[in-house]
């Protein structure tokens, strides 16, 4: 009896330990599939303009196509700030126009931001924190201007700026921008400040704070998160727009990058080198901003979601 | 610190009145508690006090000084929310010394108070973490440290008991009645435990409904409640109320519900007899009140005045809690640890009559407390 019934354990261990052996996790197998496939699919067009804007155009224009330059350069960095002349006649304005198109964009994209906070802050405090007769309505209202498509609303824009003398301006830019910004602006900062317990407010005030203080030197410093994701939002939204800075826009005063990039393909030879080029200049600034700011964007964005 | 006079103090949100005249005055250096269920309106005075809600009536006074009218940045008080209420952002000690930045008290002034307080709580050590670095006992022990750090008129304290575990709970309480007498300040506590207020304060005040039901030493309303609110929600296990009527034979008076004829003593007697000494009544329907310690019970046959049968017993470790049926009532009585019954088992019972309350049925006022005892 010993005997048969001793091997007999052994083997059956054995036996479960192939089985898990064996087992294929597919589930896991497919979850990083999938996660790849997404960033491949996010990351390889920016990935691939990286790549063009190191190539001589003889590269990037070769069939069958090169994805890591063959003979890479750094010309068409180089000539955004030093054109030489063959440069000059094969980018147009463009290539000149690239670095004062990003100083406006900077300038154009951190006055929108920072507008918005103001203005923004001042509202949100009132949703969040005042009961009125038909904040809701307004809170709906706020959202539902934004379902209007920007083209169908342009042509009053133009008109109200150039009478306001604002067009080709960085304030008829940075007003139109706000505009359409301040109402996404609003709803996330409003939720954001509903998460604050209203308890710290009261405890700065018995703290002999008056209500200013008690905004600037609590209520605020805690929002961080918030004003950062409002900020970054309204900053690219500005930064990307292409639209509105179309029409208001005529000259290199107040022109746009995207603008800018956009007209390497309108001149009569298209320089795909410069234009990857001014696509990487063009995303490094908001890119940096969210990674500076990650951990608060996330923060920000995600206030409310789960009890806490 | 200050002496706080609330005169006739109303507030009224939309249609619902959270307090209701209230009227009270606070002893300089006094522990006064305010306490009640929930909605009673006790947080709402306390944020009255502190000028964080606006009077819809009425004047609070600290030492005469009218002070309704102020906001709470210009009030001299100290506050301990229940939920802490910690800057998130600061530091324990920034936190601590946050009110005396504002006040523009001196940068080694700040310092040297900060530190004081923070020994005192024994928090020294925490100083340079951030709040979400704390426990919550730690936390509760900052917020303390915040308001002890100013040199305040009062000192209001929100509930800043309720977040903690029932040991840390019933610790704190000795360390806040500590720290009261090592201030000697106005402190201003509200809770809804009564236990809590029955050992900490100096006095109590009921509240229920916006109104303050009685305000007196923990003694005094415990064994001499206002009314039958007051008696029911001081106590752990509350006291037990039996519905009946009272009827006078040979000159004494007895209390008569199904299963029980009792004689009440002659305090309630004389009560009933001159309604001008307490409240008065009229013999007719009543409530009876007796606290369960104040229930004796028996297993011995033939011992006790009244019949009852055992419903469920609840030992305690010090003592044992045994719920009684007596016809439809249900009892509680408290007895030694050693007492032991088993459910539906039948026991004599009897009520220390110089300890039995009685009130007025239609509107619950105590009968005869303001008479000396007999």
Request: glycine residues 6%.
């Amino acid at each position: 009896m010993t005997a048969t019934s001793a091997p007999t354990r052994p083997r059956s261990s054995a036996q479960s330990g192939a089985r898990i052996g064996v087992q294929i996790p597919w589930r896991l197998i497919a979850t990083y599939a999938l996660a790849i496939f997404f960033a491949c699919y996010l990351l390889a067009p920016f990935l691939w303009i990286v790549l063009t804007s190191f190539m001589t155009e003889a590269d990037a224009l070769s069939v069958p196509p090169q994805w890591i330059p063959a003979h890479p350069t750094l010309d068409n960095y180089a000539g955004f700030f030093n054109p030489t002349v063959e440069q000059r006649l094969q980018g147009s304005r463009a290539v000149e126009e690239t670095p004062r198109g990003l100083l406006n964009s900077m300038i154009v994209a951190f006055s929108t931001a920072l507008l918005n906070l103001c203005l923004a802050t001042l509202a949100a405090y009132s949703f969040a924190r005042i009961r009125f007769r038909g904040s809701q309505v307004l809170l709906m209202l706020y959202l539902v201007s934004r379902m209007v498509p920007g083209v169908v609303i342009i042509i009053p824009f133009f008109l109200v700026l150039r009478t306001l003398g604002l067009l080709d301006s960085y304030l008829g830019l940075i007003l139109s921008y706000t505009t359409f910004t301040l109402p996404f602006t609003i709803w996330i900062l409003k939720d954001y400040f509903r998460t604050i317990p209203r308890d710290l407010e009261d405890a700065a005030r018995v703290d002999r704070c008056n209500w200013l203080q008690m905004i600037w030197r609590v209520f605020l410093p805690i929002s961080a998160p918030g004003l950062v994701a409002a900020g970054v939002f309204a900053f690219m939204t500005a930064w990307n727009e292409f639209l509105f800075a179309l029409f208001l826009t005529n000259t290199i005063r107040s022109k746009t990058i995207p603008l800018i990039v956009a007209n390497f393909a309108n001149d009569l030879d298209v320089r795909f080198t410069f234009m990857a080029a001014a696509g990487v200049l063009a995303v490094i600034p908001p890119l940096v901003l969210a990674l500076i700011f990650q951990r608060l964007i996330v923060q920000g964005l995600a206030a409310g979601s789960v009890k806490g | 610190m200050a002496q706080v006079d609330l005169d006739k103090i109303r507030k009224q949100f939309s249609n619902v009145v959270a307090v209701d005249d209230v009227t009270l005055t606070i002893q300089e250096r006094e522990f006064l508690t305010l306490v009640g269920p929930s909605g009673c309106g006790k947080t709402t005075t306390l944020r009255l006090i502190a000028g964080l809600e606006r009077l819809t009536s009425g004047q609070i006074y600290f030492d005469g000084v009218a002070v309704g009218h102020q906001p709470a940045n210009r009030r001299d008080i100290a506050m301990v929310f229940q939920s802490y209420a910690l800057y998130p952002h600061m530091t324990v000690a920034e936190n601590i010394g946050f009110a005396l930045k504002m006040m523009r008290v001196p940068k080694p002034e700040i310092q040297q108070r900060t530190a004081r307080a923070a020994e005192m709580l024994d928090i020294a050590h925490l100083l340079e973490r951030r709040p979400k670095q704390l426990s919550g006992g730690q936390r509760q022990r900052v917020a303390l440290g915040r308001a002890i750090v100013r040199d305040a008129a009062a000192y209001l304290l929100d509930e800043p008991l309720s977040n903690l575990d029932a040991k840390l709970r019933v610790f704190m309480r000795a360390e806040l009645k500590k720290l009261h007498l090592d201030l000697q300040k106005t402190f201003i506590y509200v809770t809804h435990d009564q236990a809590e207020a029955m050992t900490m304060s100096d006095r109590i005040a009921v509240m229920h409904e916006g109104r303050v039901q009685q305000c007196a030493s923990p003694l005094e309303i415990y064994n001499q409640p206002a009314n039958q609110f007051v008696a029911g929600f001081m106590g752990s296990p509350p006291m037990n109320f039996i519905p009946g009527e009272l009827q006078r034979e040979d000159g004494d008076l007895f209390f008569l519900a199904s299963g029980i004829r009792q004689r009440l003593p002659a305090r309630l007697s004389a009560a009933v007899a001159c309604p001008d000494a307490g409240g008065g009544a009229s013999p007719g329907p009543v409530v009876l009140g007796v606290r369960p310690e104040d229930v004796k019970i028996s297993t011995a046959n033939g011992a006790g005045d009244h019949r009852a049968t055992v419903f469920v017993e609840e030992p305690m470790g010090a003592d044992v809690l045994v719920t009684l049926s007596l016809d439809a009532a249900l009892l509680k009585a408290r007895a030694d640890a050693e007492f032991r019954t088993r459910p539906g088992q039948n026991l004599g019972l009897t009520f220390a009559e110089h300890k039995l309350h009685l009130f007025a049925a239609d509107d619950g006022r105590a009968l005869g407390r303001d008479l000396p005892p007999a």
